[in-house]
């Protein structure tokens, strides 16, 4: 009997030491290279229109996500006083449009 506790516990200390090899995926295996999301500043610049757009005081205008659109702009989710809104702004921060999403 007691072989077969010592059987068992080697078996438990092999399986963790493979356990602990594996290795950790490279970058572009890594699921958030895919999307690129908008700088602090221009989700700050959309989240400051669409407050002012929504007449809200701008505390209450807070990006949820964004996303690139293309190489010179972003599209910023917002929480405009507990309603959804999008918004999209380009690299230069001039916001092109503020809407319900």
Not at 4 to 31: E, H, K
Not at 89 to 95: A, I, Q
Request: charged share 15%.
């Amino acid at each position: 009997m007691r072989h077969w506790a010592v059987c068992g516990a080697a078996l438990i200390a092999i399986a963790t030491a493979l356990a602990a090899c594996q290795s950790a995926p490279t970058p572009d295996q890594m699921s958030r290279t895919t999307v690129e999301t908008a700088p602090a500043d221009l989700q700050l610049l959309c989240a400051g229109a669409a407050a002012k757009a929504s007449g809200v005081d701008s505390g209450k205008a807070l990006p949820t996500s964004s996303r690139k659109l293309d190489s010179k702009s972003f599209q910023v989710e917002l929480n405009v006083a507990g309603k959804p809104t999008s918004c999209i702004v380009d690299t230069d921060g001039k916001v092109a449009s503020v809407q319900p999403a």
